[in-house]
């Protein structure tokens, strides 16, 4: 037994009681069916519950007999041709919208599936497994229209993609590997890599999808995506159309919003596991994300909107410079770190900063971890960087109208000196 089904309860009852196990499978079955009943398919919400309990059945009684895993291949062989039928059911169908109803028939197995993990107390993959299944269910039309739409290009990167993060990964040696007089773990400093990729994919495709339709998917997302592209955007617009100066700053706001989430994202999940979580990073980049968007909303209007254009999301060769440069960052914050001391890693995060905020904060992370600097070092180093990244949008801003440029310096020395004050307050009182 394992995941909730070690502790968890309902009611009173464990979640390693049979009756419990078969009354989650019997809900979970239901979660599984309501969008197959909603689109008015062959089978619906009690189809699939009484096919998860099916499955819950048949573990609970294969657990103790030595026939168990002939019983649930039995189960399974019986799922499998119940879809087949459901199939060609609908293949059949005089309906305009005959088909051969693969999803329905695959889903049922899915279901089956899940019923088998709850009962084998694998309740917490159990849940996970329905939940997921049923978000793709859901999202039916708007994972066709992102598939339908992607580019040779944007394949082509998500296969590489997918090659790095699951094929390149497992190869890597775990724990703390010496690189001179660098403390260095490769599938953690890998893994972060892939994350800040993966991030920029995912937003991606949000703005490629939703782009255009607010201040809050151009400016955020879209930052998250490429906060450069967004500035670029903004000087664009703002040149042709002076009137929306006060749009173009909450869109810059907001990308910087999106890039300090996205290094205390970083901070903080990658502290987890190290035991030791960076709780004092939470509070100043907090203050520059909520301001951000607080001052955002009240000096534009959502509902306008502009067009962004992004190139493709993800490349191996990306991928790679964002990996040297991560890798120099991290050497040249230790060695200055070495040599000079906290004020040599301070002026290091800061000139690094202004190329990239998250390989710094991945380096300072990385440091944090093998325990060559502490915890006030290290917030210190990632607040310098995100207020380096800060600095290099306001002058980008300035090639702008001066009315633009001049407001974008404004807000963001407000945010930087309210960031500032809460890392004091925090780190050294």
């Avoid at 030791?276 to 301001?291: F, Q, R």
């Amino acid at each position: 037994m394992n995941g909730l089904a070690q502790t968890g309860t309902f009611v009173g009852l464990s979640f390693e009681e049979p009756v419990v196990q078969l009354a989650l499978a019997a809900v979970l079955g239901l979660f599984l069916g309501l969008e197959r009943e909603w689109s008015d398919k062959p089978a619906g919400i009690r189809t699939f519950s009484l096919t998860c309990l099916l499955g819950a059945v048949f573990a609970i009684l294969s657990i103790d007999s030595p026939y168990g895993p002939v019983l649930l291949g039995v189960g399974g062989l019986f799922v499998t041709v119940q879809g087949i039928l459901i199939g060609i059911q609908g293949l059949l169908s005089d309906t305009p919208t005959a088909s051969l109803s693969l999803t329905t028939a695959v889903s049922l197995l899915v279901a089956y599936g899940v019923g088998i993990l709850v009962a084998s107390g694998f309740v917490l993959e159990g849940v996970t497994v329905a939940i997921l299944s049923s978000a793709l269910l859901v999202l039916k039309r708007e994972l066709h229209g992102l598939a339908g739409g992607l580019s040779r290009t944007e394949i082509r990167s998500a296969i590489e993609f997918a090659i790095l993060a699951f094929v390149v990964y497992p190869l890597l040696p775990s724990g703390v590997v010496e690189v001179g007089p660098v403390p260095f773990e490769p599938r953690i400093a890998w893994l972060m890599v892939v994350t800040v990729a993966g991030i920029g994919i995912v937003n991606y495709a949000l703005v490629r999808t939703y782009g255009g339709r607010g201040i809050a998917v151009t400016g955020f997302f879209g930052g998250l995506a490429s906060s450069a592209a967004v500035v670029g955007a903004m000087l664009d617009h703002v040149r042709q159309q002076q009137e929306a100066v006060s749009y173009g700053v909450a869109a810059v706001l907001l990308a910087n919003a999106a890039m300090a989430l996205r290094n205390l994202g970083i901070a903080v999940v990658f502290t987890i596991s190290a035991g030791t979580v960076l709780v004092d990073v939470i509070v100043p980049l907090g203050v520059l994300i909520v301001g951000s968007f607080v001052i955002a909303w009240f000096i534009a209007d959502w509902d306008q909107h502009v067009e962004m254009t992004f190139s493709s999301p993800f490349s191996i060769t990306n991928a790679l410079a964002f990996g040297s440069v991560f890798l120099f960052i991290l050497a040249g914050s230790t060695i200055a770190q070495a040599e000079f001391g906290t004020a040599g890693l301070y002026v290091s995060a800061l000139v690094s900063g202004l190329v990239s905020s998250a390989g710094v904060t991945t380096s300072a992370v990385l440091l944090f971890r093998a325990g060559t600097i502490e915890s006030p070092e290290t917030v210190i180093t990632i607040l310098l960087a995100t207020a380096a990244s800060v600095l290099v949008k306001v002058g980008l801003s300035f090639a702008g109208p001066p009315r633009f440029g001049r407001a974008v310096g404004r807000w963001s020395g407000v945010l930087l000196v309210g960031s500032g004050l809460a890392a004091i307050g925090v780190v050294y009182l």
